[in-house]
């Protein structure tokens, strides 16, 4: 670590080094990136030269500290390229999800007052639509392809510039705004430092051993933070190599995953992922025990989607995370993750955490409360929001919003989001533990469960359910299941089949799109 004085002095202000920059001197030859949608592969040396060009040109249209450029696309290079690009010269990348509308866009850029959009060719005409808004008068824009086809872009990085030295970032410094979900409002900008960078790679590697070894295969969007920071950056960060794809394809990951041969040897993706690579014909003779790694996390995981992989040997890692914590919060090993099922495991090694009752207090062993936390992986603010942070704090902690419990053991359980509660005839109704009934049973292939609003109960349970080729299961059979396994205020009171849950980029369920779809009258048939 350099230093801006001597360690020890008053003014000692640890500085963050630029991983690409570090590895590049070191091991310049060594494969970075390799993007399997183009085939292109990218060394350590050739990223850092790409980086420096696109810094030299930032800094040339009048970029510096603290600026922010956004990024809209795929998974692919042009996502590093812009990172490092940016904090190179001390700016601040904003990562846009490539599926929000044009208006949810808008808002971003407007919040975070970008000063630039970098756009993939696929998304030309959208970056354009947002350049001509009113709200938007000076954003400037630069149309790149991954592929190699875009001119200007590619002029940029083929030009002679002069080396740029890494802007002497503080720990203290925003390296990105990644923008959270806003299932329940408008999105709320998270800032991340250049230190929770740092703090993450730790709170990771004490887990899951990331080295200059680690050959990565990257399932998650890189405008997620689990896909950039959890796993493309700390194995960067680490000098090994990450494999991207555009989209993720279940066939080929899986046969990536399933194959010795490929050199893949870490990978973390979501439960529905892993769900639909285990419907690939190839998976009942899949081996994974060559793996060093599979993490699963960001949302509920199911119990069955956990014992299919440990029984094809997968190192399966169940983990929780959030956007704010940079992300990564607590995991369960792969000697735990069926003795403690439906657990997410302790805290890692950097992270404080309480369950707290609505008075503010800690509430005995086994009980449920709001979880919170405290660590230097933990933001300190949104950005360009005063009110969210204030709400968000209390006397240093972060108030999550997900009710949670913890065994005597000290392992974590979490019941479910705050939000997604829902309360009828007076009682608390927690739909996650009824959907842990739900995907237990044979020919329900997903489920999800939320609240509606309910005459004289006040609320109650609508079950959304994806029924398993050929399954005969109905309405009153799957109530029926959950009558002998739930008390009476937790049955839904209604099913509702489906072809598909809809899901946010990173495959969440988005239940508040379930919410407004079903209004009383249906939710009640």
Known sequence: ???????????????????????????????????????????????????????????????????????????????????????????????????LAVPELAYILADSGAALLIADAPFAETARQLASLPQLVGLRLLIADQTGGAEAYDRILAAEAERVAPYPATHDDPCMIIYTSGTTGRPKGAVITFGIMIWQYVNTTAICAVTHRTVELILLPLFHIGGLNANANNTLRAGGTILLSRVFDPAAALALLADPESGVNNVTGVPAQYQFMSYEPGFAEADFSHLDYAGIGGAPTPVPVIVQYAERNAPIFEGLGMTEAGPAIASIDVENVLRKRGSVGKPVICVDLRIVGPDGRDVPTGAVGEMWLRGPNLIRSYWNNPPGSENAFVD??????????????????????????????????????????????????????????HPRWGETGHAAVVLAPGSTLDEDRIIAICREALARYKLPSGVTFLEALPRNATGKIQKNVLRERFSPAEAQE
């Open 1 to 99: 670590m350099t230093v801006s004085e001597t360690p020890g002095s008053a003014s000692f202000v640890p500085l963050y080094r630029d991983p690409v920059r570090f590895h590049a001197e070191r091991r310049p030859q060594k494969i970075a990136i390799r993007d399997l949608s183009s085939g292109r592969a990218f060394s350590y040396a050739g990223l850092d030269q790409r980086v420096d060009r696109l810094a030299a040109h930032l800094r040339q249209v009048g970029l510096g500290p603290g600026d922010r450029v956004a990024v809209l696309s795929q998974n692919g290079p042009l996502v590093f390229e812009v990172q490092f690009g940016a904090n190179r010269i001390g700016a601040v990348m904003v990562p846009l999800n490539m599926r």
């Open 396 to 453: 240093g902690w972060f108030r999550s919003g997900d009710m949670a419990r913890l065994d005597d053991e000290g392992f974590l359980f979490i019941v479910d989001r705050l939000k997604d509660m829902y309360i009828s005839g007076g009682e608390n109704v927690y739909p996650a533990e009824v959907e842990r009934v739900l995907q237990q049973v044979e020919g329900i292939r997903e489920v999800a469960v939320f609240g509606v609003p």
